[in-house]
């Protein structure tokens, strides 16, 4: 079953046993007594060290043991002479799989700027941080299917392509095998689509929720987790063109019991994170408080763990947007002009806004309820004064909304007249109706956005760096 990992060797008594290790070299060290090559296969943030003997190998073979290289490395499992690490390995032999020319190589043992990794996203794996975060990022969606698995939610896989633009979530990603250079037309000169593969237009889905709206109504309780595309041209920290999210939706749950849910569920997940991936963790904290160091202490934000315990142990915040308006009211920034957008009631809260809330007011997670019917999806439960739908954000510290659900409009005459309200036509949405009409029930779900949920947990100012190869305006290079 391949070679043991490092993560494991790290682990083992030494006893002079042979290992074979495999991995890229960090870093090459060499003093009068020793050479000491730092590799590491990506299993853990830690490297292994491995120690050879001065005139062990030829000078030419120690040329190509350069950082960025692919080695081998024979030898004896042995205690380690040095500190900062309890075993090394002994080198009897190495064979060098793949060099990598430290003219061109470029990653060093230095530190590169974020923006920099960024256009190297084919090697940036290979760095510490990103090995953190991609490690991290696994343990978040392991935690995330454990977490559902025991709550008896079922894995329900909503297509990606979809000819419906239900949601209205955002503009969309036109799916076609049409030749652009040579469309059929009808006879009044439009595209005709009838011709395109699906004999109608399609795209690719912003969202899993109508269709699992359909998995809810025979399986009671199922979530998806899939890729979703929105095509914003929004070049934001938090805002990615192609982005994973999670859509738990629940029949018989009213409101309060998809914010019980939705608290639970993101506390248990940041918990596994918190159990599982102290090392990383413990790398990344060091990291924001390096790049801190230079701000004023009052600037500084909590420490990633402390921050991270803090949102685990404490009640979120629940009030209704309603109550939020009057609190930004009264705010000292709305008094004195400071907000860029102006508040009232009615008003999308524009991220200032959550972020007074969230950061200054309550100085925690919040979840906001009872939006105007307004500002919201169409299948969003209607409240009974009319004026409000059981919506529900959930607003996180340096974030801003990481999850976004509702209570859905069970009453097909009351969906119907939003669908036509809002100029959909029902035609295209008959099969989520019929939903309402044969063994309707009250239910509800909401979406969490995984990477804002890994940039929480590690603490990554921008989206673009907690996703392997990111998707964003002009930019899809790997
Ligand atoms: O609030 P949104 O648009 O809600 C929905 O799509 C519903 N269908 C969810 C549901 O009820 N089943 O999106 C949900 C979450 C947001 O709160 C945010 O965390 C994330 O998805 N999100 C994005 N993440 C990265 N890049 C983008 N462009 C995102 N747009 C939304
Ligand atoms: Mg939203």
């Known amino acids: 079953m391949g070679p043991l990992q490092i993560k494991d060797i790290l682990q083992t008594a030494p006893d002079n046993q042979s290992v074979v290790v495999k991995g890229w070299v960090r870093t090459k060290r060499e003093s009068k007594n020793a050479i000491f090559i730092a590799l590491n296969d990506g299993s853990t943030i830690h490297n292994i060290q491995a120690v050879a003997e001065p005139g062990q190998f030829s000078a030419e073979l120690l040329l190509t043991v350069t950082t960025g290289a692919c080695l081998k490395i024979t030898g004896q499992l042995i205690a380690s002479q040095g500190s900062g690490q309890t075993v090394e390995v002994k080198i009897s032999d190495i064979e060098v799989y793949g060099t990598a020319d430290p003219e061109q190589y470029p990653l060093q043992p230095k530190k590169h700027s974020l923006?920099?990794?960024?256009?190297?996203?084919?090697?940036?794996?290979?760095?510490?941080?990103?090995?953190?975060?991609?490690?991290?990022?696994?343990?978040?969606?392991?935690?995330?299917?454990?977490?559902f698995n025991e709550k008896g939610f079922f894995y329900l896989h909503t297509p990606v392509i979809t000819a419906s633009d239900a949601e209205g979530a955002g503009e969309m990603f036109r799916v076609t095998t049409l030749d652009l250079n040579n469309l059929p037309r009808t006879d009044d000169g439009?595209?005709?689509?009838?011709?395109?593969?699906?004999?109608?237009?399609?795209?690719?889905?912003?969202?899993?929720?109508l269709e699992g709206e359909l998995g809810a109504m025979a399986l009671s309780k199922i979530y998806t987790f899939g890729p979703t595309f929105r095509a914003e041209n929004s070049n934001?920290?938090?805002?990615?063109?192609?982005?994973?999210?999670i859509e738990p939706e629940m029949a018989f749950f009213e409101l309060k019991d998809n914010m019980d849910l939705a608290e639970d569920f993101v506390k248990k997940v940041i918990t596994y994170a918190l159990v599982n991936c102290k090392d990383d963790l413990s790398f990344l904290q060091n990291r924001l408080a390096e790049e801190e160091k230079n701000k004023p202490q009052n600037e500084r934000s909590l420490p990633l763990l402390e921050k991270l315990a803090f949102v685990v142990d404490n009640p979120f915040e629940?009030?209704?947007?309603?109550?939020?308006?009057?609190?930004?009211?009264?705010?000292?920034?709305?008094?004195?002009?400071?907000?860029?957008?102006?508040?009232?009631?009615?008003?999308?809260?524009?991220?200032?806004?959550?972020?007074?809330?969230?950061?200054?007011?309550?100085?925690?997670?919040?979840?906001?309820?009872?939006?105007?019917?307004?500002?919201?999806?169409?299948?969003?439960?209607?409240?009974?004064?009319?004026?409000?739908?059981?919506?529900?954000?959930?607003?996180?510290?340096g974030i801003g909304e990481i999850i976004g659900g509702s209570q859905r409009e069970e009453n097909y005459d009351k969906l119907l007249g939003r669908v036509k309200e809002i100029g959909i036509d029902p035609e295209n949405l008959w099969w989520y109706l019929e939903t309402r009409k044969f063994g309707t029930a009250p239910h509800s779900?909401?979406?969490?956005?995984?990477?804002?949920?890994?940039?929480?947990v590690t603490g990554m100012g921008n989206i673009r760096d907690v996703i392997p190869f990111p998707r964003y305006p002009k930019s899809a290079e790997f």
């Open 115 to 147: 923006e920099f990794l960024r256009e190297i996203a084919h090697l940036r794996p290979r760095t510490n941080t990103f090995g953190a975060i991609l490690r991290i990022r696994h343990a978040l969606a392991f935690a995330v299917h454990q977490y």
């Open 318 to 397: 629940r009030l209704t947007y309603t109550e939020a308006i009057d609190i930004l009211l009264k705010s000292k920034p709305h008094k004195e002009g400071k907000f860029q957008f102006p508040v009232g009631w009615g008003i999308d809260l524009s991220s200032e806004h959550e972020r007074y809330l969230v950061e200054k007011h309550f100085k925690k997670p919040v979840i906001l309820t009872n939006y105007p019917r307004e500002i919201k999806s169409f299948y969003m439960k209607l409240d009974d004064d009319g004026k409000t739908v059981r919506a529900m954000d959930v607003l996180f510290p």
């Open 190 to 209: 439009a595209i005709n689509f009838k011709e395109d593969f699906f004999g109608r237009e399609a795209n690719l889905t912003v969202s899993g929720q």
């Open 445 to 456: 779900g909401f979406g969490l956005g995984f990477e804002r949920l890994v940039q929480f």
């Open 236 to 245: 934001t920290t938090r805002h990615l063109a192609e982005f994973w999210m």
